[in-house]
């Protein structure tokens, strides 16, 4: 498996996915929704699909002498590696707006989403999303990449509208929270975003090895 993933870091991966993972420092942005970030590093993820689909690269990887569902962990292996990078950049950014920029007018003054935990579990919740919509579509037949990618995008900033709203609704001014308030609401928003990824990408995988093995490449 360590093979098979360095095979994606080194071959599979563009360049540009790993650039892809500046868009983090969205995080820093005032009066711009930054859940975005995290569409722009899927997007980064979708490109290096994108090249190793016209490689044949599923082909090749299906060829070697290893089971079908390691060619999937690897895919969901890497996915996830640049998915967690960019997350823990924005992770470090937002503790930064939560201390040191906390009183930043800049930021107090923006209507849109605050940087805080409850951001961080909505973005985990967003990657989670991609895994089941891209991935999991993706598995299913070994080569379609963009009807799956333009249903993640349509869901995708549905739920980044969703997340951008929810402070504005009376009673929840709480998930808009600068610096350490409402900490525990908090720390149990980002909590839920963490399982929700965990479980929406180990249930995708299991269902992208199944498809996977019933695909006659």
Request: include cysteine.
């Amino acid at each position: 498996m360590s093979a098979l993933l360095k095979k994606e870091l080194r071959l599979s991966a563009l360049f540009l996915t790993y650039l892809f993972i500046a868009f983090a420092f969205m995080t820093l942005l005032p009066g711009y929704p930054i859940l975005c970030g995290v569409f722009f590093i899927t997007l980064g993820i979708f490109q290096s699909f994108q090249s190793a689909r016209e490689a044949n690269d599923i082909v090749y990887s299906a060829l070697l002498p290893v089971a079908k569902s390691d060619v999937v962990k690897g895919k969901y292996l890497f996915t996830a590696l640049i998915e967690l990078a960019g997350f823990a950049v924005m992770a470090i950014l937002t503790l930064v707006r939560m201390t040191a920029l906390a009183d930043a007018a800049i930021y107090r003054q923006n209507a849109l989403m605050n940087a805080n935990p409850f951001f961080l579990g909505a973005a985990l919740f967003m990657f989670g999303l991609f895994n089941v919509i891209f991935l999991g579509g993706f598995f299913k037949t070994g080569y379609q990449l963009g009807k799956n990618f333009v249903i993640y995008i349509v869901v995708a900033f549905f739920a980044i509208g969703l997340a951008e709203a929810a402070h504005h609704v009376p009673g929840l001014g709480a998930l808009n929270a600068f610096g350490f308030d409402h900490i525990g609401l908090q720390l149990l928003c980002l909590l839920a975003g963490a399982v929700c990824f965990a479980l929406m990408t180990f249930l995708s995988y299991n269902k992208a090895c199944k498809n996977f093995e019933s695909i006659d490449l």
